[in-house]
T-cell receptor, first 114, second 113 residues
Framework: DAMVIQNPRYQVTQFGKPVTLSCSQT?????MYWYQQKSSQAPKLLFH???????NEADTPDNFQSRRPNTSFCFLDIRSPGLGDTAMYLC?????????????FGEGSRLTVL | DAKTTQPNSMESNEEEPVHLPCNHS???????IHWYRQLPSQGPEYVIH???SNVNNRMASLAIAEDRKSSTLILHRATLRDAAVYYC??????????????FGQGTILTVHP
């Protein structure tokens, strides 16, 4: 059974039209992450939540926001998508935030900006 | 943050063992060594991790050099389903990035029938 579920799996949006991607988890993990993966590139961390504490990576554009209303759900909001935001967006969870923790990834949401 | 170096690509035949190397010469004493893999069009998948001793699980084995400056992921019998990008990662060692995974380019493994 899937433990980290992302919706939608595929999303097409127009330039500048806001989009929200969702992630839910059944693992009751404390930490939730959002990664961006462009074609033929490695995943790049955008931000993470440790419980309700939000941590933004230094180079994450302001266009990207996130919400975590409860332990199970986390959302990625892209306020004004540009063509360069076309990518796979990956949600991941971990029980703890240390080097010993294993990450569980969802299947990803593939976003295309036209 | 400690960096890793992996070959861009490797090839193997089905049913044969595969040894995927990773160099991490700047590793610190408390850095864990993680391996993930990503199959085409899927999210990354945890494979194995270790600190000092060699580790085994149902998917693979992790051999860690005595000085910890390198490690090798061992797939004992490659199958076509093992074709993926394999990432060797050291979780970030400190500051606000502590414990988070920064992915490098990884090794593209091709398995031939």
């Amino acid at each position: 059974d899937a433990m980290v579920i992302q919706n939608p799996r595929y999303q097409v949006t127009q330039f500048g039209k806001p989009v929200t991607l969702s992630c839910s988890q059944t693992l009751n993990h404390n930490v939730m992450y959002w990664y961006q993966q462009k074609s033929s590139q490695a995943p790049k961390l955008l931000f993470h939540y440790y419980d309700k504490d939000f941590n933004n990576e230094a180079d994450t554009p302001d266009n990207f926001q996130s919400r975590r209303p409860n332990t199970s759900f986390c959302f990625l909001d892209i306020r004004s998508p540009g063509l360069g935001d076309t990518a796979m967006y990956l949600c991941a969870t971990s029980r703890i935030l240390t080097g010993a923790g294993e990450l569980f990834f969802g299947e990803g949401s593939r976003l295309t900006v036209l | 943050d400690a960096k890793t170096t992996q070959p861009n690509s490797m090839e193997s035949n089905e049913e044969e063992p595969v040894h995927l190397p990773c160099n991490h010469s700047t590793i610190s004493g408390t850095d864990y060594i993680h391996w993930y893999r990503q199959l085409p069009s899927q999210g990354p998948e945890y494979v194995i991790h270790g600190l000092t001793s060699n580790v085994n699980n149902r998917m693979a084995s992790l051999a860690i050099a005595e000085d910890r400056k390198s490690s090798t992921l061992i797939l004992h019998r490659a199958t076509l389903r093992d074709a993926a990008v394999y990432y060797c990662i050291l979780p970030n060692a400190g500051g606000t990035s502590y414990g988070k995974l920064t992915f490098g380019q990884g090794t593209i493994l091709t398995v031939h029938p």
